[in-house]
DNA sequence: CAGTATCCCCAGTGATACTG
DNA sequence: CAGTATCACTGGGGATACTG
C-alpha cells in the first residue's frame, strides 16, 4: 500500500484534479505523501518514543518499560517505521547478551521543537479541554439523552 | 473509556508508582489525560479538519468535500469529538435546507501554530523521508530479503 | 536481551439506507 | 442538507510462544 517510496518526492499539488482545490496551505488529499508522513509522525506511538529518545538513547527494554503500555510488538513495528523513515538509528552491538541501542537521528531531532510544542499546548490547554468535555457532556446529559462518556 | 471528564484536570504526575519515574518532560505513562488529548488533536481526521477550518468555517457537506477520503462517518465523529473537547464551534441555522457551520473556537485556533509547524516540518522533510525510506528499503533487499515495500 | 512468528479479537472505518 | 442507524470488514494491536 504504501508504495510511494520511489515515487516522485515532490509535492503531491501536481496531480491534475478536477475540483476546484485551490492552493489552502497543504494537501488533504489523499494519496499525498505530506499526508502519509504526518500519519506517521503523528502516531501515538511514535510520538512517545521521539520524545523519550530526545533525551538521550536508549535499548529495547527500556524503551517498552518507559513506554508504559506498549507490547513488544508495537515496539518493534513502531521502531522499524521510525528507522525506515530515517528517524530513528538503530545501533547493534555484537556482544554475548544482545544489545541495540536506538538513537535519534539529525533528522529525528529536528522533530524535537515541533512535537514539544504540540506536548507544550496539550500540557497548556488540557484543563480547558477537560472543562469543555464535562461542559459537553453535561449539556447532552440535561438535553435529554442519558447516554454520558461517549 | 473516557471516562476522565470530571476527574482531575491536573497533570497526571501525582499517580503513584514505583518505578523509578523521574519527570523527563512529559508522562508517558497511560491514563496520562496528556496522552489522550495527544491522541485525539494527533489524530488523522483531526489535523486535517482543523487545518481546514482554519482558514474560514465550513459546513458539513463542504468539510466532506474537501477532506478527500473521509467518510461521512468518519467526519460526524471527529466533528463531535473536536466539539466535545471544544476545539469547534457547531453552529445550527433554523432554515429550511438545514445549514450548519462548524468554526474553530478560540481554543482550536491556538492549535494553528503547533498545527502549522507540523505540516511544515513534514513538507520541508518529505525529501528526506522519502530517501531514508528508498535506502532502508534497498538495503534491506540487498541483504537477501526480497519483500521491498513493507 | 532483542527480537520474530502466530493467533485472535475488537475498535475504527467504510458502505448503504433511512430520517428530520 | 445534515445527519443517525446498521452492517460488515479489515487490520491495528495485544497476548503468547519460540529463537538467535
Do not use: N
Not at 504504501?2 to 503531491?12: I, M
Not at 491534475?16 to 494519496?31: I, M, S, T
Not at 484543563?127 to 435529554?144: L, M, N, P, S, T
Amino acid at each position: 500500500m504504501e508504495e510511494g517510496t520511489s515515487k516522485s518526492p515532490t509535492h503531491c499539488a501536481d496531480t491534475a484534479l478536477e475540483h476546484d482545490y485551490d492552493a489552502r496551505q497543504w494537501d488533504v488529499r489523499e494519496g499525498c505523501e505530506v499526508r502519509q508522513i504526518l500519519d506517521r509522525v503523528a502516531d501515538k506511538w511514535s510520538l512517545l518514543v521521539i520524545a523519550l529518545l530526545e533525551q538521550r538513547s536508549l535499548r529495547f527494554t527500556e524503551l517498552r518499560r518507559e513506554v508504559d503500555g506498549i507490547s513488544q510488538r508495537m515496539l518493534t513495528v513502531t521502531l522499524r517505521h521510525l528507522e525506515r523513515d530515517g528517524l530513528v538509528r538503530r545501533t547493534v552491538h555484537p556482544v554475548v547478551p544482545p544489545r541495540v541501542d536506538y538513537a535519534l537521528t539529525p533528522l529525528g531531532a529536528t522533530l524535537h521543537d515541533t512535537i514539544q510544542s504540540l506536548v507544550t499546548w496539550t500540557e497548556a490547554h488540557q484543563g480547558e479541554i477537560a472543562a469543555a468535555r464535562a461542559a459537553y457532556d453535561g449539556a447532552a446529559a440535561g438535553a435529554g439523552a442519558g447516554a454520558v462518556g461517549m
